[in-house]
């Protein structure tokens, strides 16, 4: 695609994102402005940014640093992990998160040892456990896709493990 059509691809994309967002912003009174910006909302937009951010990031490095060790290298059993990597595609997300809100619970969960699910911590190590197997399939299947000589070769030349 050239550059002319990822610009109008973008035009495209913000006219039908922002322009029903600008609307909706423009038609608010000031009682529902000052309600979206009193200090509990921005609170909670704080934490939404940090949820998601926190999940992000965990999901990224163990997914990633997952999906190499299972593409590239010889681990014993690798393919015993096989049927666990698709689990997320097969289960609804609110049954995981019941299972992990009982398996957690403070009162009866039989994992809990003073780990609080309902906190921000404890929010963001749930959902980095249940988003770390999508980011790991894609980084199996990119570097499945990928041949393998040519990090052979970058290591000859003298580069690192990671730059490689």
Same mark, same amino acid.
């Given at each position: 695609m050239s550059r002319a059509g990822w610009w109008a691809l973008t035009a495209l994309l913000l006219a039908l994102v922002g322009g029903p967002l600008v609307r909706l912003l423009a038609e608010l009174d000031a009682d529902a402005l000052a309600a979206l910006l009193s200090p509990l909302e921005r609170r909670a937009a704080l934490h =939404?940014?940090?949820?998601?951010a926190g999940t992000t990031l965990g999901s990224l490095?163990?997914?990633?640093?997952?999906g190499v060790l299972l593409a590239r290298t010889d681990l014993p059993?690798?393919?015993?992990?096989?049927?666990?990597?698709?689990?997320?595609?097969?289960?609804?997300?609110?049954? /995981?998160?019941l299972g992990w809100l009982l398996l957690l619970?403070?009162? =009866?969960?039989? !994992?809990?040892?003073?780990?609080?699910?309902?906190?921000?911590?404890?929010?963001?190590?749930?959902? /980095?456990? &249940?988003? /770390?197997?999508?980011?790991?399939?894609? =980084?199996?299947?990119? !570097? +499945? $896709?990928?041949?393998? +000589? !040519?990090? &052979?070769?970058? $290591?000859?030349?003298?580069?690192?493990?990671?730059? =490689?």
């Open positions: =939404t940014v940090l949820l998601v490095v163990a997914g990633v640093g997952l059993n690798a393919e015993r992990l096989r049927p666990w990597r698709v689990i997320p595609y097969v289960l609804p997300p609110y049954v /995981t998160a619970n403070p009162a =009866t969960g039989w !994992l809990y040892r003073g780990f609080d699910p309902y906190s921000l911590a404890g929010m963001i190590a749930v959902l /980095t456990v &249940e988003h /770390t197997p999508l980011v790991l399939l894609a =980084t199996i299947d990119a !570097l +499945s $896709r990928m041949d393998g +000589s !040519l990090e &052979e070769q970058a $290591r000859l030349a003298g580069c690192g493990p990671l730059a =490689t």
